[in-house]
């Protein structure tokens, strides 16, 4: 009803202004959720947009639209659900709900709670998400193992809102890198055969790679052990890529990440379909030739310079397929393009950007986050790590560590866009320090009244009540700390809405940890369950609100892939 409430009410204030011709069809009427619950259950700010056209204060304006608003409601019937409507300066217009109203959160919480959470903001748009997209030269590292996290609560989240999500994983299997990863790897072959070689200056020097020698060794014997011809370095080429690819794609699952597709550039980025893409930014004037290269002219589309495409030795550089790949991506029906990249790639965006508006497609259809590293500290001291040597702590060692899902929650505790410190030692103490274990353990708090109510209804403790939910009246929540619950509860659909708008999962995990915290203060100050027949009915509205706030933390934090445990 909270939802559909707004709805009206944004409804009547668009009819109040077009009746008293107060503003045109191009001022957008927001109501807004504050986050201080003494500002009102909702909040308008449209008196402080209408102040410069009508050229009057907006306390005034404000006034002037809470009067016709409340005249209104009466019309609309609402009138028994809104408690109080007032106006705070600069000009908002603060509307409180009423108990009525408050109570009706927790019946549709109650009865379907995902269809709570739901809006349909995208409307049916397709959306593909591409993350994590790793090189195949080595096993996930912790950059990587956050970009996983973000991308996969953000798929969720968006579909909540509405969106028909796919998820993709870019698999560049081609170029000098996996040519140095199959180099590398014969050299550690021709090592265990007792072959004297020298190890390439870019190769790569993790232990994983003596791992797959070893394997190799055991499979072929000697086969390779002369041949140094472009085909023995293809066949470890391939062989490395595949193996290492083949164990991302396990630790990806058991992190619980799981994509719809898995896109090969070696397979799939032909070269007729780089010509095709070439050739029609090409035909519409945006290809140009100068000192023998083949370039593109991003600056037409707010790039800072042109942009190399094909080198003058005839190699393409990383934009062209890039540019190919994309495309591809919009002919396969998608209306929006999501990609996840880390930060060494933020200097990337404006010549990507360039190139799918040069393709015909809005700027605004490509979003690209740059997601910042995470650091891993342990007993407050950093964990030195160097990717170049191979030492590195990769997804699977942290998983094994401290858990799937402190890893998961940990990673979404800080905004995409900025640094995240990961405290080891933190995230494994089964204590309330824990962000992670303090939210799980209100689940499994209320999960143990759930079952302690069910056995008090089979011994017939409860009056003779057999379904506890069913029989709670919730009038008898008259506790502030209760309506305090309820307005947080109210709070989660908007949640998942702003984190879908501004592309960012963070403000779910805080969301969380602060229901979680509501819930304890409340169970620490009331007891949800007392004895006697005089208490039966507050027990069972008690039972009742808990039961929603154990149902909104076990969606919430099923959306961000980690686990609502009954006990521990």
């Known amino acids: 009803m909270p939802e559909q409430l707004k709805d009206l009410i944004v409804k009547a204030v668009k009819e109040i202004l077009s009746e008293n011709k107060l503003a045109s069809n191009d001022i957008l009427i927001e109501i807004e959720t504050p986050k201080d619950t003494k500002f009102g259950d909702f909040s ?80 049916g748009k397709k959306v593909l998400i591409e993350f994590v997209s790793a090189n195949p030269t080595g096993p996930l590292s912790i950059a990587h193992a956050r970009q996983a996290a973000v991308g996969d609560s953000l798929a969720n989240i968006l579909e909540f809102s509405g969106f028909d999500v796919s998820r993709e994983y870019y698999i560049n299997d081609e170029g000098n890198q996996i040519k140095n990863l199959g180099l590398s790897l014969q050299a550690r072959y021709m090592e265990i055969l007792g072959k004297t070689v020298e190890f390439p200056e870019d190769g790569y020097k993790g232990e994983y790679l003596c791992e797959l020698a070893e394997k190799l060794e055991q499979l ?226 209320i999960s143990g009244i759930r079952k302690l109510f069910k056995e008090l209804a089979g011994k017939g403790e409860l009056g003779g009540i057999k379904e506890p939910l069913d029989a709670a009246r919730l009038c008898d929540l008259v506790e502030d700390e209760s309506f305090l619950l309820i307005k947080k509860l109210n709070c989660f659909p908007d949640i998942l809405k702003n984190c879908a708008e501004c592309l960012d999962p963070q403000a779910l995990s805080t969301y969380l940890r602060d229901l979680a915290g509501d819930f304890h203060a409340f169970y620490n100050k009331y007891r949800i369950y007392s004895e006697g027949k005089e208490n039966i009915e507050q027990s069972l509205a008690r039972f009742f609100l808990i039961d929603c706030v154990g149902r909104v933390i076990a969606l919430g934090l099923k959306i961000m892939g980690v686990e609502a445990p009954q006990e521990m």
């Not at 028994?80 to 959160?105: H, M, Q, T």
């Not at 062209?320 to 990337?348: C, S």
């Not at 590195?392 to 560590?401: A, C, K, N, P, R």
């Open 44 to 123: 308008i700010n449209a008196a402080m947009k209408l102040a410069r056209v009508l050229k009057k204060p907006p306390v005034e304006i404000a006034e002037l639209i809470k009067g016709l608003l409340l005249a209104k409601f009466r019309d609309l019937e609402i009138t028994g659900l809104i408690k109080k409507v007032e106006v705070k300066r600069p000009g908002f217009i603060n509307i409180f709900l009423s108990d009525v109203a408050l109570y009706d959160v927790l019946i549709a919480i109650s009865k379907d709670t995902e269809g709570f959470a739901r809006n349909n903001q995208g409307e």
């Open 220 to 445: 072929l014997g000697e086969k390779y052990a002369n041949d140094e011809s472009e085909q023995a370095v293809e066949f470890f080429s391939d062989y490395a890529a595949g193996q290492i690819l083949d164990h991302i794609k396990e630790e990806l699952k058991v992190f619980g990440v799981n994509f719809e597709s898995w896109y090969s550039q070696k397979k799939q980025i032909t070269p007729n379909r780089i010509s095709t893409a070439l050739s029609e930014l090409k035909s519409k004037g945006y290809i140009f030739e100068k000192d023998g290269a083949t370039w593109f002219k991003s600056t037409q589309f707010n790039d800072d310079k042109d942009r190399v495409i094909i080198k003058s030795d005839g190699l393409m550089t990383y934009l062209t397929p890039d540019i190919a790949y994309h495309r591809m991506k919009f002919e396969r029906g998608f209306d929006k393009l999501i990609n996840i990249w880390g930060p060494d790639h933020h200097g990337y965006i404006p010549r990507l950007k360039a190139a799918v508006c040069a393709l015909g497609y809005s700027p605004d259809d490509l979003s690209i986050l740059i997601i910042q590293l995470a650091t891993l500290s342990r007993g407050g001291k950093p964990v030195v790590m160097s990717t170049r040597a191979g030492e590195y702590i990769t997804l699977g060692e942290l998983m094994q560590e401290v858990g799937k899902d402190a890893a998961r929650f940990f990673f979404l505790m800080r905004r995409c866009d900025s640094q995240l410190e990961f405290d080891l030692e933190l995230a494994k103490k089964h204590s309330l320090e824990n962000p992670v274990y303090y939210t799980q353990y209100a689940h499994a708090r």
